[in-house]
């Protein structure tokens, strides 16, 4: 999903795992990696992390693209709110709907010219797989 030049970098704790659906999990990581794409500039680079955090599951989605003004963050998760020429504005509502259907927190960090960061907290079983 991305560009020739952007880099990727994972980091991910051994052994963890999440109470979620995985087609869930694929269509999230998805949008998520799709708008990464388009605010990062052609040499961005995206980080996704996954690892413990109070009980549950943390992911992390980081891009070191534009950034989202304040004013359209409070937006972001409503159902057709876009702020590109061609999209529709489903695709975080849709991201937003999918966490929460896995019983999930999802939370948005953003500075214009400094990135945004996706944080999504999942439940975890106790003990392992």
Same mark, same amino acid.
């Given at each position: ?10 980091? $991910? ?6 109470? $979620? ?28 992390? $996954? ?18 003004? $304040? ?59």
């Amino acid at each position: 999903l991305l560009g020739p030049d952007q880099r990727l970098e994972i980091q $991910a704790s051994a052994g963890v795992w999440a109470l $979620a659906d995985p087609a869930s999990l694929d269509q999230i990581l998805q949008n998520l990696v799709s708008n990464a794409r388009d605010a990062m500039g052609p040499q961005g680079t995206l980080r996704i992390s $996954a690892g413990r955090h109070s009980g549950d599951v943390r992911l992390e989605v980081r891009d070191d693209g534009s950034g989202i003004p $304040a004013h359209q963050l409070e937006h972001l998760f409503d159902p057709f709110y876009t702020t590109k020429p061609s999209g529709t504005g489903l695709g975080l509502a849709t991201v937003r709907n999918l966490v929460l259907q896995n019983h999930g927190t999802i939370q948005v960090e953003s500075q214009p010219g400094r990135g945004t960061i996706f944080t999504i907290d999942l439940p975890a079983p106790d003990g392992t797989p």
